[in-house]
């Protein structure tokens, strides 16, 4: 049996960030610099939230038959069940950094509430279009939650934040970012730009269907920037 070299999305983040391969270099014998901070934990605090939101909001929504009617009248409860589970993971994971944890409880509940507005309105838009409102769920939340992939064809492996499916039959891969500002956000942004080819690349190999944009999901603010994926870029990164 043939035993593969993978390349993970975040090893081709570090190369675009610095080419040089020193920092792939440095990170593959001392990941993350061989020690946890708090801002690594924050970080992983985030993505824990966001795939928490996502995974128990599916969940209630599928079962509101009149969701729209009622203005998503579980949202209060889903939120705190959401961070207060998060907390107990980081209370047992990193107990030196919950007070760090805790700090940002109510700004992160604020944003779920903000995110959630946004949701809420895509599937408005789309059953005021036509759709039905199972329908419009669908394609409004994500279809698979931190997704393990792989590519044996380039030898590439990781796991996906949110993947989407839309309505022309096409999937959208969206990675959750936690940078504290916009300026950190766009000097590392070649390396979000490359890492997210490598999930394009993999999940059109895992499910046959093309992946024609890529998407970042700024947490501090909500924001999402969409990039759409062209032939030569993927090319830029599997050569």
């Not at 080419?19 to 924050?42: A, S």
């Not at 990781?158 to 993947?163: N, Q």
Request: charged content about 25%; proline content about 4%; hydrophobic content about 35%.
């Amino acid at each position: 049996m043939m035993v593969h070299d993978y390349i993970f999305p975040t090893n081709l983040s570090d190369l675009a960030y610095c080419p040089t391969g020193r920092l792939l270099y440095i990170n593959k014998k001392l990941p993350r610099g061989g020690e946890t901070t708090e801002y690594t934990v924050l970080g992983k605090f985030e993505h824990a939230v966001f795939e928490k939101y996502y995974h128990f909001t599916l969940i209630d929504w599928q079962n509101d038959k009149h969701l729209l009617e009622n203005n998503d009248k579980t949202l209060d409860d889903r939120i705190s069940l959401v961070v207060k589970e998060s907390l107990e993971i980081g209370r047992t994971n990193f107990p030196l950094f919950l007070d760090h944890l805790e700090k940002a409880e109510e700004s992160i509940k604020f944003r779920l509430a903000h995110l959630n507005k946004i949701k809420l309105g895509q599937v408005a838009k789309l059953v005021k279009n036509g759709m039905s409102a199972d329908t419009a769920i669908a394609y409004t939340l994500p279809i698979e939650i931190e997704k393990g992939m792989s590519s044996s064809q380039y030898g590439l492996r990781g796991f996906a934040d949110l993947i989407y499916k839309n309505p022309d039959g096409s999937i959208t891969v969206e990675d959750i970012k936690s940078h504290d500002n916009r300026y950190d956000a766009f000097i590392h942004r070649p390396g979000h730009l490359a890492q997210g080819i490598a999930y394009t690349i993999m999940a059109e190999e895992m499910y046959g269907k093309p992946c024609k944009k890529f998407q970042i999901f700024y947490s501090m603010d909500c924001h999402v920037e969409t990039i759409p994926i062209t032939k030569k870029l993927k090319q830029n990164v599997i050569k």
